[in-house]
């Protein structure tokens, strides 16, 4: 009996490694985590950046747009043109590069290079640059910015609501598309009707260290510290 005992005792000491090994072997793997960027960013992309930090920091001390918070407490994502000028990237025009960030849960996602432009947004001569903070608040909005290239048009059948700074007294925006603005120095009719909206891969590609995507970026699948700042400055 005693020998019986001791043999199956060791038949289960035995068997417990190999039934451990099998199970690791089948045992689902975490996800791999996100690939960071520690080499230096590429300078035309931090500058972006740091001005998109700078914009929302505007956005923030602007005492006359006090439902800034709110929106963006709702808003699906936001689009960040720092610096908007005449004669930008499109030749006699005026555009400008920006940053898409997506809200995940309280959080928000890595920093997506993107483009603003179009023939006339309204800037007046004389006018030195603008920020602009786009703010998508619909489904429909969100899935058109995730789009390659998407101009903003009628055909679109987006609702876009444009509020330039110190916009006192206003407190309801209802539209896909809530379009905050600031210019130096004057500044009139701005619209960005009419104006594209373009990802910008190459600049993604060169800012994460290898070739990626806007929805990998917006998943958080690459990250690159440098834009924690920004990330930091949607919590309000």
């Not at 230096?40 to 992309?45: M, V």
């Not at 960040?80 to 499109?90: D, N, S």
């Not at 005026?94 to 809200?103: C, Q």
Request: proline share 4%.
């Amino acid at each position: 009996m005693r020998s019986l005992i001791v043999s199956l005792a060791l038949s289960t000491a035995l068997a417990t490694p190999a039934f451990a090994a099998h199970a690791t072997r089948h045992a689902p793997r975490p996800a791999p985590a996100p690939v960071c960027a520690y080499q230096a960013s590429p300078r035309d992309q931090m500058r972006v950046i740091e001005g998109a930090t700078a914009t929302i920091g505007h956005l923030r001390n602007d005492r006359g747009f006090g439902y800034a918070a709110t929106l963006l407490s709702r808003a699906k994502a936001v689009l960040i043109i720092p610096h908007m000028v005449k004669a930008g990237f499109i030749i006699g025009g005026e555009g400008g590069d920006g940053v898409v960030l997506v809200r995940q849960g309280v959080h928000w996602s890595n920093p997506s290079f993107y483009s603003l432009g179009a023939a006339t947004f309204g800037l007046q001569a004389g006018v030195e640059g603008a920020e602009l903070v786009l703010f998508i608040m619909s489904d429909r909005a969100l899935q058109d910015i995730m789009l390659d290239e998407f101009k903003i048009d009628a055909t679109a059948g987006l609702a876009i609501l444009n509020v330039g700074a110190n916009a006192h007294g206003t407190n309801q925006y209802d539209g896909d598309i809530v379009v905050w603005s600031h210019a130096q120095g004057a500044f009139a009719g701005f619209t960005i009707n009419g104006s594209t909206i373009r990802q910008r891969h190459g600049w993604n590609d060169d800012y994460y260290g290898r070739h990626t995507s806007v929805p990998e970026i917006l998943s958080n699948g690459v990250c690159n510290f440098s834009g924690q700042n920004l990330r930091l400055s949607l919590h309000w």
